[in-house]
């Protein structure tokens, strides 16, 4: 059954906004996409160690081909032979470590100024709850939760614009997280 959409009162154009994302016969537009898509993690790998993680997967894979190549060159002595076989692995294994430090230092950092009393996870968890229990009016272009969306007693939300969406949505998880229902 679809939920009533607060703003028209109808039901007809209403549809989850998970299922509104993967909904093939109704595509939405990409803004409007972006501004509904999934919330994603905060205590992520950072962006610069997965670059690192890449580059030395690449490489370490750039070895295996010169490895399996099999390229003896005439003239060449055992040392450069060895250095040319090995060096892409060496590489990789010194980007790996840089990755892993970056990773562990904005891991460190990020934990820092979070502060232990905001719960980051649970918040993600709890974003997560509430981006699944979403509904969107086609109709009108706005986004609400139905009463008891993730829990019983969870009261419903007014119609949100698409564009408030994803602040909204954030600015609950933090009201409720925990609780399970906002404090007012
Ligand atoms: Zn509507």
Redesign the pocket.
């Known amino acids: 059954m679809n939920a009533t959409?607060p703003?028209?009162a109808?039901a007809d154009?209403?549809v989850a906004v998970p299922r509104a994302l993967t909904d093939a016969d109704r595509p939405l537009d990409q803004p409007t996409r972006a501004l509904l898509s999934a919330p994603s993690e905060p205590a992520g790998t950072s962006g610069a160690a997965i670059t690192l993680f890449i580059l030395a997967g690449l490489l370490a894979l750039l070895g295996l081909r010169g490895l399996l190549s099999h390229d003896d060159r005439a003239g060449s002595d055992a040392a450069y032979q060895a250095g040319y076989n090995l060096g892409p692995f060496l590489f990789a294994t010194i980007l790996l470590t840089i990755g892993f430090v970056v990773h562990a230092v904005s891991r460190r950092r990020r934990l820092r100024t979070a502060g232990p009393q905001r719960q980051p996870r649970e918040q993600y968890q709890q974003l997560r709850r509430l981006w699944r229990a979403a509904w969107l009016?086609h109709?009108?272009q706005?986004a609400f939760l139905p009463a008891a969306s993730i829990q019983p007693g969870f009261p419903d939300s007014p119609?949100i614009p698409v564009a408030q969406f994803p602040q909204w949505l954030a600015a609950t998880a933090e009201r409720t997280v925990g609780t399970g229902t906002p404090s007012s």
């Open positions: 959409c703003q028209c109808e154009q209403t009016c109709r009108c706005v119609p």
